[in-house]
Nanobody
Framework: QLHLVESGGGWVQPGGSLRLSCAGS????????IGWFRQAPGKEREGVSA????????VYADSVKGRFTIFRDNDKYMVYLQMNNLRPEDTGTYYC???????????????????WGQGAQVTVSS
């Protein structure tokens, strides 16, 4: 079973940057596609970005394209989400998730993922 732990959340002013990390254990990381999701208070969980098991393919939500970058280091069992030019609407709890299905033309829904981290809070405000 894949165990995931997020870190790197925090508070940042609009226009600032944060890097989220997702550390995997319990099973080889390169078996799984990894997705990042976020959930704001009172809203549904939404997909932000995902990467294939090898890291060679990536997909982003339109709302973060050009600002967020997902990348992974399978040797270190790590996946990252670099977030630049953050906006107040990026505020929420961010989760990484592991699954077996990935396509590079659209983000897969949360139900496609089998393993989830506990979440990291990101707050963007002035």
């Amino acid at each position: 079973q894949l165990h995931l732990v997020e870190s790197g959340g925090g508070w940042v002013q609009p226009g600032g940057s944060l890097r989220l990390s997702c550390a995997g254990s319990g099973y080889p990381m390169d078996y799984y596609a990894i997705g990042w999701f976020r959930q704001a208070p009172g809203k549904e969980r939404e997909g932000v970005s995902a990467t294939s098991s090898s890291g060679g393919s990536k997909v982003y939500a339109d709302s973060v394209k050009g600002r967020f970058t997902i990348f992974r280091d399978n040797d270190k069992y790590m996946v990252y989400l670099q977030m630049n030019n953050l906006r107040p609407e990026d505020t929420g709890t961010y989760y990484c998730a592991g699954g077996n299905y990935f396509t590079d033309d659209e983000l897969q829904p949360a139900g496609s993922y089998d393993y989830w981290g506990q979440g990291a809070q990101v707050t963007v405000s002035s």
